[in-house]
């Protein structure tokens, strides 16, 4: 017998255990970017007589989606920003869609179209999103968003990956040579996120449902950003002592007792004691996809002015 079956090493550093993780509040950044919005919002009225104007538009009924639109045009309305929703039937086809997009594109008191994902079987999103005008393109989603967010010119950005570079650099300061690791490559979240880390130079590896070792490329990441929708993901030896990460997963669980409650993709008990810095779920990275959102809608209003 070697002596290190006698004695087990232990698989994690000592101080491993040891390692107070920080909880990232989305929320509260969240709220310092919401107030710095109300602001210019009141400035863009005071001085232009403007107030940005967002559609939202929902199809079909999905309760997980009506629950964000209905959060969504809250918060709209608490910066002093007009929302205008669309409820759609699922029985809503894309001509149908596609001319609604047609009309709010035409109308110059909205500033932001927003058309919620994903849309019932039949209509193609992609058709959908590039259909709106890329002023007016909050979402960041379109042909025209995605190029100039993929060469670094300014656009708009989609607004969850853009939410979590600012908790990123708000936590974090400069990501300059920082090892990011995004698990997930769905156009909403993981590709615009790897764009936007490369954009701070960070060495990125993008993983995704055909890599093979997923935990062994997790678990070199300084940033770890995982965005799959599959919960219990993400392990404790998964994730590198004291990396950052940043958990977009939501998952509706049921509890023993009958509950439903949100988990991310991480595993948070394990996390804890493991990670530097993580996002809980709810409370991360949710309220700023809220709030990049508003930014998006506020942006496009004042630049419709020039
Ligand atoms: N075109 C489009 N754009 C989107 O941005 C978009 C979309 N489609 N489809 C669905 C996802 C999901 N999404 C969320 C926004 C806020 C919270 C949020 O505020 N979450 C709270 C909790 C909410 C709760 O308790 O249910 C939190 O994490 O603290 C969550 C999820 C935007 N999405």
Redesign the pocket.
């Known amino acids: 017998m070697t002596r290190s079956n006698i004695i087990p090493v232990p698989a994690i550093p000592m101080q491993a255990g040891q390692i107070q993780t920080r909880l990232i509040d989305?929320k509260a950044h969240a709220a310092r970017l919401t107030a710095e919005i109300e602001l210019e919002v009141a400035q863009l009225a005071e001085k232009h007589g403007i107030v940005p104007g967002l559609a939202v538009v929902l199809v079909g009924n999905n309760p997980a989606?009506e629950?964000?639109v209905r959060?969504k045009i809250a918060h709209t309305e608490q910066v002093g920003m007009r929302s205008i929703a669309h409820i759609l039937p699922g029985s809503t086809t894309q001509q149908e869609l596609l001319s609604l997009v047609a009309d709010l594109n035409a109308d110059p008191t909205i500033h932001g179209v927003?058309?919620?994902?994903p849309l019932p079987r039949g209509i193609d999103a992609a058709l959908i999103t590039s259909a709106i005008d890329p002023a007016k393109d909050v979402?960041g989603?379109g042909p025209m968003n995605v190029g100039l967010t993929t060469l670094g010119l300014p656009g708009l950005v989609p607004?969850?990956p853009l939410g979590c570079l600012l908790l990123l650099r708000g936590e974090l300061g400069s990501l300059k040579g920082l090892h990011a690791v995004v698990v997930g490559k769905s156009n909403?979240v993981g590709r615009p996120m790897a764009q936007l880390l490369l954009q701070e130079e960070c060495t990125v590896t993008v993983c995704h449902v055909a890599t093979a070792d997923v935990g062994a490329l997790a678990c070199l990441a300084d940033i770890l950003v995982v965005a799959t929708g599959h919960k219990g993901l993400v392990r404790r030896e998964w994730i590198k002592p004291g990396a950052t990460v940043i958990d977009v997963g939501?998952n509706r669980v049921t509890t023993p007792e009958g509950r439903t409650r949100?988990v991310g993709d991480v595993v948070f008990d394990e996390a804890m004691g493991r990670a530097g810095r993580l996002t809980p779920?709810?409370?991360?990275?949710?309220?700023m996809?809220?709030a990049c959102?508003l930014r998006n809608t506020l942006t496009a209003a004042q630049r419709s002015l020039r």
């Not at 779920?281 to 309220?287: A, T």
């Open positions: 989305g989606s629950v964000y959060s927003l058309v919620q994902l979402d989603l607004c969850t909403l939501i949100l779920v709810p409370g991360g990275v949710g309220p996809t809220i959102l």
